[in-house]
C-alpha cells in the first residue's frame, strides 16, 4: 500500500470483538486503554481504535493497525500484554477471536 506521501507502507488489520458483562464497560474500557496505550511504543505498532456498536452496547470492537502479523504476536509475549489479560478475563463474557485483514487503503487526519 502506498501512504499519502507515496511512500510503501505495510500494513494489516486485526479485528477482535468481545462481549462483556453487563455494567463492566468502564473496567474494561480502562483496561484496553491501558494496554493500548502500552501498545504504542511496540514495533510494528501503527494505530488502534475500540468500538462500541450503536445495537450492541455491551460488545466492543478493537480495531488495531500493525505494520505485520509478527509484530502483534510479538506484542502479545510482552509483559505489558499479558498483565492486562487477566483484568480482562473477569469482565469479558465472549472472549472473540482475532480476524485478520489486508490493508489496501488507509487514510485520514490523527490527532497529534
Do not use: C
Not at 488489520?13 to 473496567?27: A, C, H, K, P, Q
Not at 470492537?61 to 509484530?71: F, N, Q, S
Amino acid at each position: 500500500m502506498r501512504s499519502r506521501f507515496g511512500k510503501e507502507v505495510q500494513m494489516e488489520s486485526v479485528i477482535t470483538r468481545v462481549v462483556l458483562n453487563e455494567g463492566s464497560g468502564s473496567e474494561w474500557e480502562a483496561a484496553m486503554r491501558e494496554r493500548m496505550t502500552a501498545a504504542e511504543s511496540s514495533p510494528g505498532w501503527i494505530a488502534g481504535s475500540i468500538l462500541t456498536p450503536e445495537d450492541d452496547r455491551d460488545a466492543r470492537v478493537v480495531v488495531g493497525l500493525w505494520e505485520t502479523r509478527a509484530d502483534w504476536e510479538r506484542w502479545h509475549r510482552v509483559s505489558e500484554f499479558r498483565d492486562v489479560a487477566g483484568q480482562l478475563e473477569g469482565v469479558q463474557r465472549e472472549h472473540g477471536e482475532p480476524t485478520w485483514h489486508e490493508v489496501v487503503y488507509s487514510g485520514g487526519r490523527f490527532p497529534t
